[in-house]
C-alpha cells in the first residue's frame, strides 16, 4: 500500500531520543532482590504459624506489600525512571483504593437494613440461594 | 509568530496548493480506503460511520417522542417496544456516536496535523481500533434482529441478569458483548494519542504551546485509558453473573445490585468527561479563531481539562443518591460534584472573555459554537440542581435529568462536535460549503434542540418520571411541544447535511485557511498532502492571528508579506 509511511515525523520535544536498552542493573543486584522476595515469601509463611489475632491480615498485606514495592521499584525499574511514572502508578492505586473503599463502605451501611428490616424478604432470599445452589450442584453432577 | 515560521511556511504551499497532489488523489480504490493506515483517511471513515450511526439513533429518538405525542397508545400499543427504543436510542448515541465522535473521527483528522505530525504515534493500531468499533457496533446494533434490549443503556441489575431462557437473553448479552468490544477501540485510541502527543511534538511546540484542543484530546485520552477498563469489566462480571449466577449483583443470590451502579458508574461518569471535554478543546478553537482574537487565559483553560478529568473520576456516586447507597456517601459525593463545576466555569469565562472586544465572525462553526455556550450554561447550571443531595431526591428520574444530559451531552458535546465539522471541513474535504445553508441549519437545530428540552425541565420539576410510555394529560402541551422541538431538529441536521453533501458537488476549491487560524492545520494545503507537510513551520503561539491577513481573491487568509 502506497500511504503505509511510517512516521518519523519531527523529534518530539520532550528530547526523548534514547531508544534501545533501557538501564542495566547488575545480575548480583537483581540476585540480592529475588533473595529478598524468597525470603519475605518464607516469612509470609512462617506467620501463619502464629496466631496475632486480627493482625495476621495486617502482617500478611504488610508483607505483601514489601513485596510488590520491590517488585515495581527494581525488576519493574522505576526506581530509575522518571518520577511521573512513579506517580501514574500511585494515581492508579489511590482510583482503586478510593473505589473499594467507597464499595465497602457503602455495603456494610445498608447489609443490616436486609437482615433486620425485611426478616420476609431475607427468608425468600435465602431459599432461592439454596435453590440456585442445588440447581448448580445438579448441573455439576450431570 | 516567529521570523522563522514566516520563512519557513512556503507561501507558494499556503496559496495554490488547492489542486496539488492530496491525500485522497495518493491512492485509489477501495482497499486503499478499508486498509488505509493514514489518519486522516481513518477519520473520514470514522466520521462515515458515526454519522449513519447517528441517522439510526436518531431515528430511534424521533420514534419516542412520536410515541409520546399523545397520552397512550400513538404508534405502537406494546409499551415493551418502547423501552427497546429509548435503550437502543441511548446506548447507539453514547457509545457508538458521542464517545468516539470528538476524539476518534475529528481527532484522528486533525491532532497529528495539528501537531505537524506525518501521522499518529501507532498507525496500525488506529485502523484497529475502526475495525474494533465497526465489530462492537454491529454486535450492539444486532440486537435490533433479537427482540431488543429495554433495560435502559446502564443495564441496571437486577432487572438486566435475565436467565438464559428469557426471549431477552440473547439481546442483552450481545448488546453487553457490544459494549465491551466498543470499549477496546476507545482505549486503542487513548493509548494512540497519548504517545502521539508525547512523543510526536515539533521541537518549538512546548506543552504550553499546544493548541488547546490537544490539551483537550490529551486529558481524555487518560480518561479512556483508565476508566474503560472498569467498564470492560462490569459488563464481563455482568455476563458472569448471567451465565453462572455467580451471585455478585442478583440480591437473590446474596449479591448487591448497587454494586454494579458502583462500578457502571465509576466508568460512565469519567466517560461524561470523555464525551464533553473534547468539545471543549473544540470550542477553544471555534472562539478564538472565529472572535480573531487570542485565547483569554490560555494556562488556566489548559490546566482545567486536566482538573476536570481528575475530579470526574471522584464524584460517580451523584448518580446514585437515591439507589440505597450509605448516607455518609451520598453527602461526601454531593459536596464532590461542585467541585467539578469550577472548572467548567474557568472555561464558560475564558471563552466570553476571549470573545469580548473580539472582531466576531459570524458564520456556520461560530453558530455552533455560540449555541454550545448558550446549552452548555443551562445544562451545567442544571447539573448543580441535581448534584445538591435535597434536590436531586425529587428530580431523580425525572424528565429533568433527562433534559439536563440532553443539554449537555448533545446540546454541548454534539454541537462542538458538528461546529468543529463545518469548522475543519474545508481542511480535510477541500471544499467550502454553502455558509447561507450551513447557518439555516445550525439556527434550526439549535431552536429544535430547545423547543424539544426546555418543556422536559419544566415537566421534570412536576414530576413526570423518565421512560415512561404514557402519562398524566397535565403534560400533554410539554410533550408535544418537546416532539415538534424534535421534528425541527431532524429538518435541520437534514439541511445540514444537505449543505456538507452540496459542498462535494458544487463547493469551492477551499484555501488553505480559510478562518485565520494559526496552528499548524492551517499551514498545510487543503486537503493536506498524504504526509500533511512538506517543511512543519516554527509556530511558538498559536493563538497569534496578527501576521495573517484577508486575501479577497483567494477566499482565504495568507501569510503578510
Known amino acids: 500500500m502506497s500511504d503505509n509511511q511510517q512516521t518519523t515525523s519531527a523529534p518530539a520535544a520532550d528530547g526523548d531520543e ?39 491480615i495486617v502482617v500478611a498485606l504488610g508483607i505483601a506489600f514489601v513485596k510488590a514495592t520491590l517488585v515495581a521499584l527494581f525488576f519493574m525499574h522505576l526506581y530509575w525512571d522518571k518520577p511521573f511514572n512513579l506517580f501514574i502508578l500511585v494515581a492508579s492505586l489511590f482510583f482503586v483504593a478510593l473505589f473499594l473503599g ?41 | ?127 484497529a481500533s475502526f475495525y474494533f468499533w465497526i465489530v462492537g457496533s454491529l454486535f450492539l446494533g444486532s440486537v435490533l434482529f433479537f427482540g431488543g434490549v429495554d433495560t435502559g443503556w446502564t443495564f441496571y441489575t437486577p432487572y438486566s441478569i435475565i ?32 504517545v502521539t502527543i508525547h512523543k510526536l511534538r515539533p521541537r518549538v511546540m512546548t506543552w504550553f504551546r499546544m493548541p488547546l484542543f490537544l490539551w483537550a484530546i490529551y486529558s481524555t485520552a487518560v480518561i479512556q485509558v483508565l476508566a474503560t477498563p472498569v467498564l470492560a469489566i462490569t459488563v464481563l462480571l455482568l455476563m458472569v453473573e448471567n451465565f453462572f449466577g455467580l451471585g455478585l449483583f442478583d440480591p437473590a443470590l446474596g449479591g448487591d445490585p448497587v454494586l454494579f451502579q458502583h462500578f457502571f458508574w465509576f466508568y460512565s461518569h469519567p466517560a461524561v468527561y470523555i ?9 477553544s478553537e471555534l472562539i478564538s479563531i472565529h472572535s480573531h482574537k487570542h485565547v483569554f487565559g490560555y494556562r488556566f483553560i489548559a490546566y482545567s481539562s486536566v482538573a476536570i478529568a481528575m475530579f470526574g473520576f471522584i464524584v460517580w456516586g451523584h448518580h446514585m443518591f437515591t439507589s440505597g447507597m450509605s448516607g455518609l456517601l451520598n453527602a461526601v459525593f454531593s459536596f464532590l460534584t461542585f467541585s467539578v463545576s469550577i472548572p467548567s466555569a474557568i472555561k464558560m469565562f475564558n471563552w466570553l472573555s476571549t470573545m469580548y472586544r473580539g472582531s466576531i465572525s459570524i458564520n456556520t462553526p461560530m453558530l455552533w459554537a455560540l449555541g454550545f455556550m448558550f446549552n452548555f450554561a443551562i445544562g451545567g447550571l442544571t447539573g448543580l440542581f441535581l448534584g445538591t443531595l435535597s434536590v436531586d431526591i425529587h428530580l431523580h ?37 454553502n455558509e447561507k445553508m450551513g447557518m439555516v441549519g445550525a439556527t434550526m437545530v439549535f431552536w429544535g434542540f430547545n423547543i424539544t428540552f426546555l418543556p422536559q425541565f419544566i415537566m421534570g420539576s412536576q414530576g413526570m418520571p423518565r421512560r415512561y410510555y404514557d402519562f398524566d394529560p397535565a403534560f400533554l402541551i410539554w410533550h408535544q411541544m418537546s416532539t415538534l422541538g424534535s421534528y425541527l431538529q431532524a429538518a435541520g441536521f437534514v439541511v445540514c447535511a444537505y449543505t456538507l453533501a452540496m459542498s462535494l458537488v458544487k463547493g469551492r476549491l477551499a484555501p488553505a485557511n480559510p478562518w485565520g487560524g494559526n496552528s499548524l492545520e492551517w499551514h498545510c494545503q487543503s486537503p493536506p498532502i498524504l504526509e500533511n507537510f512538506e517543511t512543519v513551520p516554527d509556530v511558538e503561539d498559536c493563538y497569534d492571528y496578527t501576521d495573517w491577513q484577508y486575501d479577497r481573491e483567494l477566499g482565504g487568509y495568507v501569510l503578510k508579506g
Open chain 1, 18 to 56: 534514547e531508544h534501545g536498552l533501557g538501564h542495566v542493573v547488575p545480575v548480583s543486584f537483581m540476585v540480592g532482590i529475588l533473595l529478598v522476595l524468597m525470603f519475605l515469601t518464607v516469612l509470609t509463611v512462617a506467620v501463619t504459624y502464629i496466631d496475632l489475632g486480627s493482625l495476621d
Open chain 1, 102 to 142: 467507597f464499595c465497602m463502605m457503602d455495603s456494610r451501611e445498608y447489609r443490616h437494613t436486609r437482615d433486620v428490616v425485611s426478616p420476609a424478604v431475607k427468608e425468600a432470599m435465602d431459599k432461592a440461594q439454596a435453590e440456585q445452589l442445588e440447581k448448580q450442584k445438579a448441573a455439576v453432577q450431570h
Open chain 2, 1 to 127: 509568530m516567529s521570523e522563522s515560521q514566516t520563512a519557513s511556511a512556503s507561501p507558494q504551499s499556503v496559496k495554490f496548493g488547492l489542486e496539488a497532489p492530496n491525500f485522497f488523489t495518493a491512492s485509489k480504490g477501495l482497499a486503499s480506503w478499508l486498509l488505509t493506515l493514514d489518519h486522516k483517511r481513518i477519520g473520514i471513515m470514522y466520521l462515515i460511520a458515526i454519522t449513519i450511526a447517528f441517522a439510526l439513533g436518531g431515528a430511534f429518538a424521533l420514534m419516542v417522542r412520536t410515541e409520546l405525542f399523545f397520552a397512550g397508545p400513538t404508534i405502537t400499543s406494546d409499551p415493551n417496544q418502547y423501552n427497546v427504543w429509548f435503550t437502543v436510542h441511548a446506548a447507539m448515541m453514547i457509545f457508538m456516536v458521542i464517545i468516539p465522535g470528538v476524539p476518534a473521527a475529528l481527532g484522528n483528522i486533525i491532532l497529528p496535523l495539528m501537531l505537524g505530525a506525518k501521522d499518529v504515534a501507532f498507525p496500525r493500531l488506529n485502523l
Open chain 2, 163 to 194: 436467565g438464559t431462557g428469557s426471549t431477552m437473553a440473547t439481546s442483552v448479552y450481545l448488546a453487553l458483548f457490544g459494549v465491551f468490544i466498543l470499549g477496546f477501540s476507545s482505549i486503542l485510541t487513548g493509548v494512540n494519542f497519548i
Open chain 2, 275 to 283: 464525551m464533553i471535554l473534547p468539545a471543549m478543546g473544540i470550542m
Open chain 2, 397 to 433: 428520574d425525572t424528565y429533568f435529568v433527562v433534559a439536563h444530559f440532553h443539554y449537555v451531552m448533545m446540546g454541548s458535546a454534539l454541537f462542538a462536535f458538528f461546529g468543529g465539522v463545518f469548522h475543519w471541513w474545508p481542511k480535510f474535504i477541500g471544499k467550502m460549503y
